[in-house]
Nanobody, 123 residues
């Protein structure tokens, strides 16, 4: 599975962005998909995860109510809609895929990673 993120950029606080993660392969629906983020000097942080069918989602408390994770299995693509962005959301955002990762916030639970996309929120 190869993953490619897109949609990052510079946005003012309070604004919105939508990230996309395009996956290769024909088994996309078998994988739970997650979003993580990492800012300089910090560990990689869990953001959200969605099950293979899309029916189960979990969020970090820091983004709950502001971010929405979704997927379109017909397009082999996952999304992260980010609203009410804050300067502390600034980070490189990574998508990840794992066969048995539904509900997991641990980076080690995921098998495949994208290259990341930068999100910068200005105050």
């Amino acid at each position: 599975v190869q993953l490619v993120e897109s949609g990052g950029g510079l946005v003012q606080a309070g604004g919105s962005l939508r990230l996309s993660c395009a996956a290769s392969g024909r088994t996309f629906s078998l994988y739970a998909m997650g979003w993580f983020r990492q800012s300089p000097g910090k560990e990689r942080e869990f953001v959200a995860v969605i099950s293979g069918s899309g029916g189960i989602t979990y969020y970090a408390d820091s983004v709950k109510g502001r971010f929405t994770i979704s997927r379109d299995n017909a397009k082999n693509t996952m999304y992260l809609q980010m609203n009410s962005l804050r300067p502390e959301d600034t980070a490189v955002y990574y998508c990840a895929a794992g066969r048995y990762s539904t509900g997991s916030s641990l980076p080690g639970s995921y098998d495949y990673w994208g290259q990341g996309t930068q999100v910068t929120v200005s105050s």
